[in-house]
């Protein structure tokens, strides 16, 4: 395939091909607006000079320092949302984004309250992932004192602290995952649930709603008790080989959250395609494999990409107008991904 020309840019931007001669030579009189739209075809269609213009179109912006905080340093999910925050950093045209990015290695507390102080005079605003702790909302409570908003990010923690929440309605995401076990079901039985641990916030709600789903649209289903895989692959896999084992009836399960490679491939090497509605969070290889293999019966997914978009935006807004007095959150529809899904990975 040839390389994109001036011509095709200036057909995707919807401008003329003097325009777009302009933008690339930074020459003046032309919009702010005119030159986002540019650089936006540019990099829809991967025109070899996006950066340059980009470059020019930044130039006079100030930095912005983005503190991001991270679970799971090898696990993909993780990866990828990094490489998206990343891409929309660069993406940004209110100012020259700068991403400092951390993992956190274990699940601990103290290991997610010692990266959140290490931002301190790092970066202007944080975004993180982790558990809900004691520990943990006192080290947002003295960011905050030092003018750095904490943003939680996929499950909630610090409540009325944090600046805000980005991310899906975790309550709504379990009745979800419930709603398709009851409709998808071969007949009524027992139906398993793994969270990886009580202090994410985001687990137990989808646990509470889980439950509360069958309990009022589907008390003929029984829910047996909840296990903690502590959102580990091998254990995880233990636990749902012991389930399957020991419940003939197991109809339904829910892993609602890390560790579900392991059931994966557990009710693969144990159970016929169909036997089992098996239901996961977060499109993987390894889940996008078990749809396709018959294993998996519905992913439900994370806009990763609309809240890293939209999460830059307010993180610039809340540094130009300062901390909000009330802390908001932000929710996000679930994506849906099943075995017939246009699967895009």
Known sequence: ?????IADLANAAGVGTATVDRVLNGRQNVREETVRRVHEAAEKIGYHGANIIRHRMLADKEEFRLG?????????????????????????TLRRVHLVPQFAETSQPEELARLLASMKGRVDAVAATGLDHPLVTQAVLDLRAAGVPVY??????????RESYFGTNNLKIGRIA??????????????????????FHGHELRETGFRSFFRDSAPEFQMLETQINLETRQLTYEATVNLLSRQEDLVGLYCAGGGMEGAIQAVHELRRPDEIV????????????????????LVLGTPVRQIA???ITQMIDTSEKGL??????????????????????
């Not at 395939?1 to 020309?5: D, G, I, V, Y």
Request: hydrophobic share 45%; aromatic share 10%; glycine share 10%.
């Open 1 to 5: 395939m040839s390389r994109p020309t």
């Open 68 to 92: 991001l905080i991270l679970q799971k340093p090898r696990h993909f999910f993780y990866q990828e949302v990094l490489g998206i925050f990343e891409a929309q950093a660069r993406a940004c």
């Open 178 to 199: 419930g709603w398709f076990i009851s409709r998808l079901a071969r007949r009524p039985g027992k139906v398993g649930l793994f969270i990886g641990g009580t202090r």
């Open 152 to 161: 939680s990010l996929l499950s909630d923690f610090a409540q009325g602290i």
């Open 278 to 297: 098996l239901i996961v969070n977060e499109l993987t290889p390894e889940s996008q494999a078990g749809l396709r293999n018959g294993t998996l019966s």
């Open 309 to 311: 978009a939209d999460l």
């Open 324 to 345: 909000a007095e009330l802390p908001g959150q932000r929710f996000f529809p679930a994506q849906i991904w099943t075995p017939e899904s246009e699967l895009m990975m």
